[in-house]
């Protein structure tokens, strides 16, 4: 090969390299369920995410997930669990957020709490999704509200997806350096609040995002089950 031809063929390889898109992923660690958060009595229910291999409680609304992992770089790092991708959507679609994985929780008073290890760019996105559906079926109801608690680059926001669109609801900024957030959700009766803390803090160190939302009012039907889903997202429109 002659060194013009072999200087353009590096050029191009180079050229590709910079050029491929670089897919974000998120870390979920644990995942804790409490059913009577408080009863001075109750203990969560805590799933630390060791393997791939989940028990039959957890769900895949959207089928399997590629290129879903399980990272273990201890003792170099604290950062092990579940990896996620962030998936591709637009922001202007229909409410319909690509849930990755899920618990469907048939109470009305419970509290879940997640740990996720997330360092996001521009445009990416990952947190915790709930939707309320009826009991007779694991899938989300189409007239239902969502709502997406999550972790982006300004901090954290809350926001309500529906047929009509998607909605911001509230908002708070995160230190620079936080790459490890808790995130937690409460529901008493038709009442979701949403809370967070991030490394440095105390276990009881919660901050409340926004107010107390009724995620049950846009249903003319009875709703008595919860899904709560972690999803990854890379908004293609930002």
Same mark, same amino acid.
Request: proline share 5%.
């Given at each position: ?28 660690? #644990? ?6 958060? @408080? ?5 969560? *229910?805590?799933? /630390? ?7 039959? +409680? ?12 399980? /990272?273990?770089?201890?003792? +170099?790092? !604290? ?39 997330? +360092?996001?760019? *521009?445009? @990416?996105?990952?947190?915790? !999704? ?9 899938? /989300? ?22 047929? #009509?669109? !998607? *909605? ?12 490890? /957030?808790?995130?937690?959700? +409460? ?17 009881? *160190?919660?901050? #409340?995002?926004? @107010? ?5 009012? &846009?249903?003319?039907?009875?709703? &008595?089950?919860?899904? !709560? ?10």
């Amino acid at each position: 090969m002659k060194p013009s031809a072999f200087l353009l063929f590096l050029a191009f390889l180079l050229f590709a390299g910079c050029t491929q898109k670089h897919v974000n992923r998120a870390v979920y660690s #644990q995942f804790a369920f409490e059913e009577n958060y @408080d009863n001075e009595e109750s203990a969560p *229910d805590t799933t /630390v995410f060791s393997s791939l291999t989940l028990g039959p +409680e957890w769900l895949f609304p959207n089928g399997p997930v590629q290129g879903m992992t399980y /990272v273990d770089e201890r003792p +170099e790092t !604290i950062v092990h669990g579940i990896s996620l991708p962030c998936v591709n959507m637009s922001s202007k679609q229909n409410g319909e957020i690509p849930c990755q994985m899920a618990r469907r929780i048939q109470s009305e008073h419970f509290a879940v709490m997640v740990e996720m290890f997330f +360092e996001p760019k *521009d445009g @990416d996105a990952a947190g915790l !999704i709930v939707s309320t559906n009826n009991s007779s079926s694991s899938q /989300v109801s189409k007239g239902l509200s969502s709502l997406f608690f999550y972790r982006d680059l300004a901090g954290l926001s809350l926001r309500r997806m529906n047929h #009509q669109g !998607i *909605d911001l609801l509230a908002e708070t900024e995160l230190p620079d350096f936080v790459t490890r /957030v808790y995130l937690r959700i +409460e529901r008493s009766g038709p009442l979701f609040s949403f809370f967070y803390r991030y490394e440095g803090s105390g276990p009881d *160190d919660w901050t #409340q995002v926004g @107010d107390a939302i009724d995620i049950t009012s &846009d249903s003319s039907s009875d709703v &008595d089950a919860t899904l !709560i889903g972690l999803c990854a997202l890379q908004f293609e429109d930002k």
